[in-house]
């Protein structure tokens, strides 16, 4: 392969941190420059709503890589540098410290942002953070840290919002979580969990209100003291010490679309997780891209897509043959409740719950999803075996005995259920 | 202190020393290859698959029954089969070896 090719990645998260080190994997010679404007070295992003939240531990000792990794395998990191423009025509990138790079492949990782609601006082709000980053987590707990009632309002009751909720009940906050929908987790599963996770907040004494759309947040000023008043369209209020925003993301697709890439949900992309430009490819939470296993479009925001996606790029890079093909897989860790996901339920006409018979507190149980006859996904909470089962057989298309993976009594194997 | 060697899927012996964290931290932080440890050492991939050397494994002891059902996704799951993230580094396992089970 060609020493004088340049590779440049733009977005040092999951995507492109990985995509550096699989193209050396896949024996790719030439440069790699590697940008971002986060200027911390590169680190896991699930912890931040968890583990690095309630711990005192150093960010670097949730980093992807040591920076000596990068050194060792010629990998050029440049931190806190944004690309500001791009000339697919010459085939090189802008910078904000006013240099340029040239490259020969391009790949966007550029992932997504957090979407701050167009609430009056929102701008202008004391505490008011999106947790998107290990800066964001740093101001969080700074100023939970030296808040005397720790008041806490968190918008949104997605993934991130709930980890957020059960951290912070670690740390001593009072927690209130206000979802616009009538249901938490609403976008993202079904009404089985919803349920599930809002008894289980409730009953770790975080306040969880539905259908509560925020339409002001107002500064209060008592003894020196600066904090807010979110008030909602229902007309109740809720004092906040510090609020946390977690209603979704934006793709980060702007820079793609200023050389014409195409967009829709996302950054769209083929199997190989090319664009429509040659040479310019799109992955992670950026990119808009088919799933064979289940034959249509989807964009995710997840470590594996990050992970699998970046495999297959190395591989397109370096000219060999490859596809993307997975079943996609999630976790959220929350309390002491592990809960694990695989394969996309978008489309289930027919749900088994089974409960195992061992677990006192229900709190081991797992929620199938099903189309038909056909297994789509399977929600494991506490049961890495169900997780385990649902993928083989979402991976190899299985005729599954609906009665029998429901009945407790029988043990959950994979001879056990078979139609 | 500990001192464990990994022995990788292309047979590379690679010997690193740490006094905590867990051994996959360890192997990522210094690239070992075939440990890539996605999930942040959650137990929730299975990239941190390691055999554990026969004559270590009970310096090292049986997996958690999450751990367990993981490594049943595994295609090279052994008796001695670990998850490393699920392995704390102290004095206890001091010497040990691991084989880096390839993807």
Partial sequence: MSTDKICVIIGASHAGVNLAFSLRKEGWEGAIHLFDSDPVLPYHRPPLSKAYLTSNDPIEQNALKAASTYKNEHIDLHLGVKVIAIDNTIRTVSLDNGTTQKYDNLVFATGASPIIPPIPGIETATNTYPLRTAADVLHIKNTINTSSKKRVVIIGAGYIGLETAASLKKLDASVTVLEREERILQRVTSPTMSQFFLDLHTSNDVSVFTSKNVVTIESLKENDIISNIVKCSDGTLYPADVIIVGVGVRVNTELAASIGVEIENGIKVTETTATNIDRVYAIGDCSFHHNPRYGRFIRLESVQNAVDQAKVTAAAICEKETKYDTVPWFWSDQYDIKLQMVGLSDGYDDIVIRHEEESESNNKFSVWYFKGSELLAVDAVNNAKAYVIGTKFIKKPTLIDKIKLGDSAIALKPANLLL | ?103
Avoid: W, Y
Wanted: negative net charge.
């Fill in chain 2, 1 to 103: 202190m500990a001192k464990i060697t990994f022995i990788t899927p292309d047979n590379e012996s690679v010997t690193l020393e740490a006094t905590s964290g867990s051994v996959m931290e360890l192997a990522v932080q210094n690239g070992v290859k075939g440990i890539d440890g996605d999930c942040g050492g959650v137990c929730s991939c299975a990239t941190c698959h390691v055999h554990v050397a026969e004559k270590d494994f009970p310096l090292v002891g049986e997996p958690s029954e999450i751990e367990a059902d993981m490594l049943e996704l595994e295609d090279e799951v052994s008796e001695f089969s670990r998850l490393c993230c699920q392995i704390k580094v102290s004095d206890a396992i001091d010497g040990i070896t691991l084989k880096v089970v390839e993807e």
